[in-house]
């Protein structure tokens, strides 16, 4: 099974920062990464696809990186409704893994 | 607007057993696989099974495989989760998803139901 590990588990940062925060698979995933947004209390929520591709209407705030087993989230200026917890999912193979979790707070 | 409500969450004790449905609107259901995922607090989702379009192939975590059946109907705009021998471990908001035409890709969640098993 193919895992993925996040880094870090939580981050603090100001208003208007610049926030990354990076997943690592288990093994050679291609482009079948994806970003989710989890506010407290809702569902998870699908902002990047393919790695790099941004979800329609979600701001451009939000970016992503990376390729077979090294990838990159950012958040170009964070603001205070970006709260939420961040997590990063395969779907190159079965079974389909999340990460498990970025805290991201404001500082 | 497209919309996906699960229901059937509840207390049961162990070895017991549970069905959760979601309903969906908003879109052609009979064109999205479709799936389930869990979650427990404080842990990320757990995929734990999915189902085509016309609901022929149905996979499942290994967690999960032979104790639950993922089932749709399209006529209805409904996907069903049986869930029978019931664990402590399977306590957790459970989500239904739908798939993004690209199999694993969840675009679209309900808001969940909460499954307990505690004796």
């Known amino acids: 099974d193919i895992r993925v590990t996040q880094s870090p588990t939580s981050l603090s940062a100001s208003v208007g920062d610049r926030v990354t925060i990076t997943c690592q698979a288990s093994?050679?995933?291609?482009?079948?990464l994806s970003w989710y947004q989890q506010k407290q209390g809702k569902a998870p929520k699908l902002l990047i696809y393919d790695a790099s591709a941004l979800e329609t209407g979600v701001p451009s705030r939000f970016s992503a990186s990376g390729s077979e087993t090294d990838f990159t989230f950012t958040i170009s200026s964070l603001q205070p409704e970006d709260v939420a917890t961040y997590y990063c999912?395969?779907?190159?193979?079965?079974?389909?893994?999340f990460g498990q979790g970025t805290k991201l707070e404001i500082k | 607007q497209l919309q996906l409500v699960e229901s059937g969450g509840a207390l049961v004790k162990p070895g017991g057993s549970l069905r959760l449905s979601c309903a969906a609107s908003g879109f052609t259901f009979s064109g999205h696989y479709m799936a389930w995922i869990r979650q427990t607090p404080g842990k990320g989702p757990e995929w734990i099974s999915y189902?085509?379009?016309?609901?022929?192939?149905?996979l499942y975590a290994d967690s999960v495989k032979g104790r639950f059946t993922i089932s749709r109907d399209n006529a209805k705009n409904s996907l069903d989760l049986e869930m029978n021998s019931l664990r402590v471990e399977d306590t957790a908001v459970y989500y239904c998803a739908r798939d993004k035409m690209v199999q694993g890709l969840f675009d679209s969640w309900g808001p969940g139901t909460l499954v307990t098993v505690s004796s």
């Open positions: 999912q395969q779907y190159d193979s079965l079974p389909y893994a």
């Open positions: 189902i085509s379009t016309s609901g022929v192939t149905t």
């Open positions: 093994q050679d995933i291609s482009k079948y």
